[in-house]
């Protein structure tokens, strides 16, 4: 199974350990799950986007996070 990362923009924070899953649908679903959680403190992170990226480090999705 192909591992995903996800990467906060415009830092580049990047997970380290990353998540097994299925395919790109599936890592379109985590970034939905992260982005959800980051809500939730977004007074309190700078981050712009949230990146999903495969083991080649090619972009799979993309996702703005609100700005508050």
Partial sequence: MPRYYVRLEPQG?????GEE?????????????VAQDLAKHREE??????VVIDERGEVVHEKALMLH
Wanted: hydrophobic share 35%; aromatic share 4%.
């Fill in 45 to 50: 992170l700078p981050y712009q986007s949230l």
């Fill in 13 to 17: 924070i990047t997970d380290q350990d």
């Fill in 21 to 33: 899953l299925p395919g790109p649908e599936a890592a379109k679903r985590l970034a939905e799950r």
